[in-house]
């Protein structure tokens, strides 16, 4: 059984960074990303990556800001963020086997999630 445990959140001034992480306990999946949801909005996609090949994709919102990795030896994915907003406010999940379709991302699983507060 998979699991998949993040942290990093916390409170940060605009302009600031933090680094998420993504502990996974299992077998990691092809694609695995981010998601985010900020109070009264759906769950959005964020950055997604091949385990085996890198960075994949960024939405338009964080590219350039945020960079996704992964640490192999570690089984553990990251999400380097810089350049916060207080737009970027949210409840940050990670998540794996995410396939696209419909014109967004998917995913079947997910982190508990972690806090994310930008301050003005």
């Known amino acids: 059984q998979v699991q998949l445990v993040d942290s990093g959140g916390g409170l940060v001034q605009a302009g600031g960074s933090l680094r998420l992480s993504c502990v996974v306990s299992?077998?990691?999946?092809?694609?695995m990303g981010w998601f985010r949801q900020a109070p009264g909005k759906e769950r959005e996609f964020v950055a997604a990556?091949?385990?085996?090949?890198?960075?994949?994709d960024y939405s338009d919102s964080v590219k350039g800001r945020f960079t996704i990795s992964r640490d192999n030896a570690q089984n553990t994915m990251y999400l380097q963020m810089n350049s916060l907003k207080p737009e970027d406010t949210a409840i940050y999940y990670c998540?794996?086997?995410?396939?696209?379709?419909?014109?967004?991302?998917?995913?079947?699983?997910w982190g508990q999630g972690t806090q994310v507060t930008v301050s003005s």
């Open positions: 998540a794996g086997d995410l396939s696209f379709f419909g014109g967004n991302y998917h995913s079947t699983y």
């Open positions: 299992g077998r990691t999946s092809k694609v």
């Open positions: 990556i091949q385990w085996a090949g890198g960075a994949l």
